[in-house]
């Protein structure tokens, strides 16, 4: 009021009419004053411009009102109805607080609640926008209709309890508009950083100031990954905790939701026509089939259970292991080796072998089986055969239609795939594969071992054979990425990066790469049972020997590398015909037939025979 007194003084000194005009201007304002409005005049100067002055510090203080001070209803009708109820909620043993060691243990608990319960919050309101976006079929996350994601939840929730539904409804909104902030952090750090937001910083910064796009998003981004968010969650492991705690909280919901499902579950579990991986109307055959692949591993990924170190483990603890699809890939491989040969009848049983694993493979529903797939069906067609893509996507559609449930997304996914036509397969095939190594790259974070292993199967695959210095360029920008200390995919790519040097010529610098990795393994425990890395490597040697010119040295670790196959998986694994067809091959190269005869028998006796020979050879009698 100083100031306007002042004011008063000086009007005097003024000519007649601005004297008049603020003299109406003071006589407004001592007017609103009067009213009601004294808070237009009480309010302290601003704060200095000094952010680390005590004043600065709560600089958001003054824009407290009146209608702030108060606590949500359901707080105060729990503090009301018994204080008591929750000092015994909280004390030890659900007893009351009897002795000064039982307070003080009360008292820790509940300092250390008051972060924990802010970290939970998070991730509870993540998971509620995860389950909604989930479900919801008409694409607005927060709508009521009757195939929203929202009725649908408040459906199973009032279902299972007593709980009002109009109620129920406008918390779970709510809930969703704040974790789909949550998620888009997410998304755009790490999952780890929900627990590692600065606890100095007010929640009401992430999930109300801080824009969901735009330039002032990228700038909060930009300032917490300069500050080590992301490398203190991976370091920490808060990424791997994050994704278990999300995992956990959907259990109550496995039960009641039908998109709940584990790697190798299918068959406990249940998809339905009105589920969010419904067949989406007017969609292209390639639209539908990558808007199946986003809900399908986002879910898959959201699902999986990893140990420490990344690895993919089943329901009960086990680690999940991909031999099918290994299987499977070795085979196709066999196959192309053995139709450039000339070797039909051959050729027909590898593919036939191929094919017996497909029903198990799409049971077991393991996150690598598309790129299995998409991996078999390029390399086909990069050798030359096309039709046995086509054979190979029909008889997939089909068995698939036999073993996966009606509306399951993996179902829908394998039989998008036998629908798409020659001319867009391989531009539609190189996108859905982006797409799955994307989504692995955002849910499980790019130095994920089963991330990184589906992005090397890409890169392998779609560079490859076209663009080889392209290939090299992303595998060492990978390789740059982990840094100096080893990481547990360190071996992989850099055996991949060598089986490109091959390609490229560079047959002495492949040589060494692999021996580099051979040399890495024996010296760190995470690596102590990598034994297929072992035999990758001696397989790169092998070749790289072989393209420079020595004979003697490339078959002796040839045979090494098959009896290491042998040993640790017997005659009949798949790898050991693979193997043996190229030495084969190499023996025929150098003259020596007999050798290689002996090493064809031997391979004939592990391919066996199929059903087609079976009936030859019914015919045969009957002919007889």
Not at 176 to 187: D, E, I, L, N, S
Not at 263 to 271: K, M, V, Y
Request: net charge neutral.
């Amino acid at each position: 009021m100083g100031y306007i007194a002042e004011l008063q003084q000086h009007l005097l000194k003024l000519p007649e009419r601005p004297q008049n005009n603020l003299a109406k201007i003071l006589a407004l304002w001592r007017e609103k004053t009067l009213s009601g409005h004294s808070d237009l005049l009480s309010k302290p100067d601003p704060p200095p411009k000094d952010r680390n002055s005590r004043t600065s510090k709560f600089g958001s203080l003054w824009s407290i009102k009146s209608e702030d001070i108060t606590i949500p209803k359901s707080i105060a009708e729990a503090l009301r109805e018994n204080h008591c109820n929750l000092l015994r909620h909280w004390s030890k043993n659900g007893v009351n607080l009897e002795s000064p060691a039982d307070h003080y243990d009360y008292t820790c608990s509940v300092e250390t609640r008051r972060t924990l319960d802010r970290i939970l919050w998070r991730f509870l309101t993540t998971f509620y926008y995860d389950l909604i976006s989930e479900l919801d079929t008409t694409k607005q996350r927060c709508s009521t209709t009757e195939n929203g994601g929202v009725a649908f939840a408040v459906t199973v929730i009032c279902k299972s309890g007593k709980h009002d539904p109009d109620t129920v409804r406008n918390k779970v909104k709510n809930w969703v508009k704040v974790g789909r902030r949550y998620r888009g952090f997410m998304a755009a750090l790490c999952p780890g950083c929900l627990i590692l937001f600065p606890e100095k910083i007010s929640d009401l910064v992430w999930e109300q100031y801080v824009p969901i796009k735009g330039e002032g998003f990228d700038k909060a981004i930009q300032l917490l990954q300069g500050l080590g968010i992301v490398d203190k969650c991976k370091e920490e492991g808060w990424d791997d905790l994050s994704n278990k705690v999300l995992q956990t909280l959907r259990v109550p919901f496995q039960s009641l939701i039908p998109f709940q499902f584990q790697p190798g579950q299918q068959s406990r579990n249940e998809w339905t026509a009105n589920s969010s991986v419904a067949p989406v109307a007017g969609l292209l055959v390639s639209e539908n089939l990558f808007y199946n692949i986003k809900v399908y591993f986002e879910n898959s990924c959201r699902n999986m259970i990893l140990d420490d170190h990344g690895t993919l483990l089943t329901p009960n603890g086990a680690k999940l292991h991909n031999d099918l699809c290994n299987d499977f890939d070795s085979y196709c491989f066999t196959a192309t080796m053995l139709i450039e040969k000339g070797l039909h009848v051959e050729f027909r049983r590898a593919l036939f072998k191929a094919s017996a694993f497909v029903e198990q493979i799409l049971r077991a529903e393991h996150p690598r089986t598309l790129a299995c797939f998409l991996e078999v069906f390029i390399h086909l067609i990069q050798a030359g055969l096309p039709e046995v893509t086509s054979f190979l996507r029909d008889f997939i559609k089909r068995m698939s239609a036999k073993v996966i449930r009606k509306g399951h997304p993996w179902g829908q996914i394998c039989r998008l795939l036998g629908e798409l036509d020659s001319e867009s397969l391989d531009e539609a095939m190189a996108k859905a594969w982006k797409c799955t190594t994307d989504i692995f790259d955002r849910e499980l974070g790019i130095f994920s071992p089963l991330a990184v292993s589906v992005r090397l199967d890409y890169i392998k695959r779609v560079y490859g054979i076209t663009n080889y210095l392209e290939e090299e360029r992303l595998l060492r920008d990978l390789l740059a990425q982990f840094g100096s200390i080893p990481r547990l995919s360190t071996p992989r790519v850099m055996l991949n990066l060598a089986h490109n040097l091959n390609r490229q010529g560079r047959h002495y610098e492949a040589e060494e790469m692999a021996l580099e990795v051979l040399s890495l393994l024996p010296g760190y425990e995470m690596y102590a049972r990598r034994i297929v890395e072992r035999i990758e490597s001696l397989k790169i040697v092998s070749r790289s020997q072989f393209n420079q010119g020595k004979t003697l040295a490339a078959e002796q670790t040839m045979r090494e590398a098959i009896r290491m196959i042998v040993d640790q998986w017997g005659m009949q694994h798949s790898w050991v015909p693979e193997f043996m067809n190229v030495l084969e091959g190499w023996l025929r190269g150098w003259g020596r037939e007999e050798d290689a005869n002996t090493l064809r028998g031997e391979i004939e006796e592990l391919m066996g025979r199929d059903e087609i020979d079976e009936q030859l050879d019914g015919v045969q009698d009957l002919l007889c």
